[in-house]
Structures are given as structure tokens and as C-alpha cells.
């Protein structure tokens, strides 16, 4: 799941800012090709998942611990930007549903199990939404979930907000507390202007 997620958080990072991923490169450290193995085929299988290949990289069965860093190049033609949410703005949180919480960690998976091509075009939606105008700032939702990713958000861009949490997408059986600090494999927040705000809800409500 390391290795997986490790993949789908830079895809998901690239397409907050409006962009299309191109390709991965990476740094894996392992006590042992045992510890590697898993580690590996979970990056591999993300890259099959969301068609972004791994270019390059570097891996060491003989560290004395175990580490992993990725590094993904995207291209996009108009930027949306964490810093970019404007007084006035509407706040809108995006976040798949239809998923699961990890067993021991706080992350929601909608994306392992899912069918890969709707996992792909439901990222498009970020890159297309920039080309279109309509969203001013987009952030993907992190370790510190939709609360403490709108917050960054919102500090970056010198921008206040009232956050209706009752309001925030929530999956059926998760308790409103947990799910406030989630890390979902697909979530976003975003700020725009309120003429735009029923068309980007659309655009997620069709997917």
C-alpha cells in the first residue's frame, strides 16, 4: 500500500494543479529484497493503474533502514495554484466515496479495486476544470484531511473562510471527527468564484 499510494499521491498531486502526469522516477532503500518486493509491486501496479510510467531511479537492498521517495513530472497548459483562493471565493471539497477505510491508517481508498480507467478520468476533471477558467485554487486533500488541507489552502492565499462541516462529502458509517482528518485517496479542495460553483459540482456529481 506503500508503494502504491506513493504513485497515486503525485498523480493526484499533479492534477491539483491542473495538470496530466507524465512520468515517475524513484528512491527505494531496503534492509532486504524481501523488505523491497512488496514495496515495489504496489508502485508498479499504480503505474499500470493510473498509465504513468516509471522512468528511473535508484534502489539499494543494503540500507540500514527503509525509505522510499518519488518524484513526478506533469505538464499543464493553465495552473491552479494552493495560493489562489480569493475573498468571495466559494469553498468546495470534492472526495470519492465509494471506498473503504484502511484498516489501520487513516486513509480512505477509493482507488485499489476501482476500475482504472474511471479512476483516470475522474483526475481529469482537475485539468480540464483549470483549462476552463472556472476554478480559481484547487488543493489536494492530505495527511492533514479536508480541515487542515483547506487551511493551507487558505493561509497560502491570505484568505479567511466559514467551513460548514456538516456540509463536507462523508461516506455512510464514518464518524464525522475521523472523517474530517481522512486522507482519501481521491479528494480535493477548491475555491471559486460563486457563478462557477453549480458547474464544477456538476462536473463531480457526473462522474
Known sequence: FAGY??????VSDVAAMGGRPIAVVDVLWGRSPAVLEPVWEGMTAASRVYEVPIV???????SPHDALAVAILGRASRLLRGSAARPGD????AVDLRGRMHPTFPFWDASTGADPARLREDLALLPALA???RCDAAKDVSMGGVIGTALMMLEASGAGATLDAAAVP???GVPLERWLLAFPSYGFVLAARPADEAAIVDAFGAR
Do not use: D, K
Open 5 to 10: 499510494s506513493a504513485i497515486m499521491v503525485n
Open 90 to 93: 466559494a469553498l468546495l471539497a
Open 56 to 62: 528511473g531511479g535508484h534502489t539499494s537492498a543494503r
Open 170 to 172: 462523508r461516506p455512510e
Open 131 to 133: 483549462e476552463s477558467g
